[in-house]
């Protein structure tokens, strides 16, 4: 076992464990993302009920722990203890594996989400073919989950699911084109579709292609963001589920564990589709301005920005500590706050002492980490913009009409999406 | 043959999997094959069938073919299947489960697998000669940028079938435009 992990470690210039070839860090990258994840919906979803509360100028969850923070640990609980019931028309076997296949889809594309140019599991020659194809899958769980609960509220949101995912589709296919286009314009004249490869093409060709070839790459991302959005059946094109109108869509005869692996397959694809998109259009794991801002003290600066964003929270928190209201029903939620508070500090104070012992880029273990951090902060942090436009399209928008949606799709985005593919060629074609 | 061929089936590398994968992959290929005709239900003939095209898009990745296998996952797990489930959901299936599973052609149908799987056997027992011993392998890291070199490199050195590969999608574009005239009656 060791040797696993030194062979690794010393032989790490730039490779995944994939790519190395080693069995326990796949393992390793495996597990900590499939945490990693879970710990991240369950941070998206109180966050979600906090910002959504805030603005509609309600407060949200307050009850369970200090601001609700314990809400989403109790809500798990209770989701878990809950009777788990099969309708006795569904079609039993059906209704179980639905979804399991939304799950696994929603899962198995972060094997070649590029957290750095090390740090993700694999680095597949076919990468955005094989997130576009398997994040595709995730269809299949909704259609089937909506079939087997044998009820027509779910049949109607499988049926509007399936028909909104093929034809948004298209147009995110084509976006997508058009980006991986622009990694071809470098002295070989081959792009590539590997997730790692187009972060290194921006890198190489010093520009986010959100920039590249002003407005073609911001085009073909608005396109990619809006397909992105009824892709994971979100507001405002979440039709599927629309509570007003189906109660809850294709998942009504869900309940207990199995809606909650739904919730958690909705989430994750979220978040998949979302670094999707900073992979392609973002500079997945670059710092801002690494092209303009390049001195080692630029780096030094951007390097502190991890650790300054674990103090801030801290201070946030600490502040809450400080307005709790001084009654002694409060004394437990205030302790719990503070300590809060106290771990996110310290989690600050650690990410700031590496950044200060790593600033030299001279290799050592300190610098490495230094260096790892970054990468998968801003990723992250890029990410994290990202999961708040959802809440905030959420909160923002009234839902399509089912024809309106459809006209968006075929007549609106697919159209200009063309164009832009068509465009990004020939410029491409005149540049090089 | 171009040279990047060559010198990957002269440097002999290693495979990607071991058997155990292939044969795995064959038999939940074939047994989720049997499921798609055995199952009188069609929703799950079409998940048998997903399941059977998800285990030869493992198949393709064995044969280091990436590409075609992304390919398969998109198109045909991720589009066509999910169209069919759209279009089953729509009939009803209480009439269609009641009906005869086969037809009265069963006979014909036994005798032609017969005849496919006897010139399976034919190739695989005279077919040695007629094979190289070991499979294509193109370098893994590199195959998508061949497969795109071959369809699009210049004409005569590696782009050889840039003209095939054209003229296959006009005619794709041809039966879909088809397809679109002969349902809307006034366009």
């Keep these: 076992m060791p040797n696993f992990i030194m062979s690794y470690l010393d ?60 809400q989403p640990i109790a809500d798990a609980l209770k989701l878990m203890l809950k009777e788990d019931i099969i309708p006795a028309e569904a079609d039993q076997f059906v209704f179980w594996v639905a979804p399991l296949i939304g799950l696994l889809a929603a899962f198995t594309v972060y094997t070649v989400i590029p957290f750095g140019p090390s740090q993700a599991v694999s680095d597949m020659n076919i990468g955005i073919l094989f997130m576009l194809g398997v994040s595709s899958l995730g269809v299949l769980g909704i259609v089937v989950a909506g079939w087997a609960s044998n009820s027509h509220y779910p049949l109607i949101g499988a049926l509007r699911s399936s028909a909104q995912m093929v034809s948004y589709e298209v147009a ?29 093409a921006q890198q190489q060709q010093g520009i986010w292609f959100l920039f590249k070839f002003f407005p073609l790459g911001l085009i073909a991302f608005a396109i990619f963001a809006i397909a992105m959005v009824a892709e994971v059946n979100r507001a405002p094109f979440d039709l599927a589920e629309a509570e007003s109108e189906l109660t809850a869509g294709f998942h009504t005869e869900y309940s207990g564990l199995r809606w909650s692996l739904f919730m958690l397959a909705e989430y994750a694809s979220m978040i998949a589709v979302s670094s999707i998109a900073v992979t392609l259009w973002l500079g997945g794991w670059m710092r801002p301005f690494p092209n303009l801002l390049h001195a080692p003290a630029w780096d030094f600066i951007f390097s502190l920005f991890p650790g300054l964003t674990f103090g801030g929270l801290a201070a946030i928190a600490l502040i809450g500590t ?33 950044a200060v012992a790593g600033r030299s880029a001279d290799g050592s273990v300190a610098a490495r980490l230094n260096e790892g951090i970054g990468y998968v902060y801003w990723f992250l942090f890029k990410v994290a913009v990202f999961m708040y436009l959802f809440i905030w399209y959420r909160a923002t928008w009234p839902r399509y009409r089912f024809d309106q949606l459809m006209k968006v799709g075929w007549k609106v985005l697919l159209p200009i999406s063309l164009g832009v593919l068509i465009l990004t060629a020939v410029v491409g074609v005149i540049v090089s | 043959m171009n040279p990047a061929i060559n010198s990957a089936l002269n440097s002999g590398m290693a495979p990607v999997a071991t058997p155990w994968f292939f044969y795995a992959l064959a038999g939940l290929a074939v047994a989720s094959g049997m499921a798609v005709i055995t199952r009188r239900n069609a929703v799950h003939s079409a998940l048998a069938l997903i399941v059977t095209l998800l285990s030869v898009a493992g198949l393709y990745l064995m044969l280091y073919a990436p590409f075609v296998a992304g390919v398969q996952i998109i198109v045909y797990a991720g589009g066509i299947m999910v169209l069919f489930l759209f279009v089953i959901m729509l009939v009803n299936l209480d009439r269609s489960s009641k009906e005869r599973q086969f037809n009265r052609m069963w006979p014909v149908g036994l005798a032609a697998a017969c005849a496919l799987l006897a010139l399976f056997v034919s190739v695989i027992v005279k077919g ?45 574009l041809v039966a879909i435009l088809g397809a679109v005239i002969m349902t809307k009656k006034k366009i």
């Design chain 1, 11 to 70: 032989s790490k210039d730039a490779m995944t464990p994939g790519g190395a070839g080693s069995q326990f860090w796949a393992l390793m990258y495996v597990l900590i993302i499939f945490a990693g994840v879970s710990v991240a919906v369950i941070c998206m979803n109180w966050i979600e009920r906090k910002v959504l509360a805030h603005f509609q100028v309600r407060l949200g969850p307050m009850r369970v722990g200090p601001h609700g923070l314990l």
């Design chain 1, 172 to 200: 995110m296919g084509l976006a997508v084109v058009s980006a991986i286009l622009m990694t071809s314009m470098n002295v070989s004249g081959t792009g590539t579709l590997s997730m790692i490869g187009i972060v290194q």
């Design chain 1, 322 to 354: 400080a307005r709790m209201p001084a009654h002694s029903f409060f004394k437990i939620q205030r302790i719990g706050l503070a300590v809060f508070a106290a771990l996110l500090g310290f989690l600050a104070l650690l990410l700031l002492v590496i």
């Design chain 2, 128 to 172: 040695k000669a007629l094979f190289p011993d070991r499979g294509m392998t193109l370098p893994e890291s590199s195959n998508t940028q061949q497969v795109a070199a071959m369809l699009y490199g210049e004409a005569g050195r590696m782009g050889q079938y840039t003209f095939a590969f054209e003229i296959a999608s006009l005619l794709l």
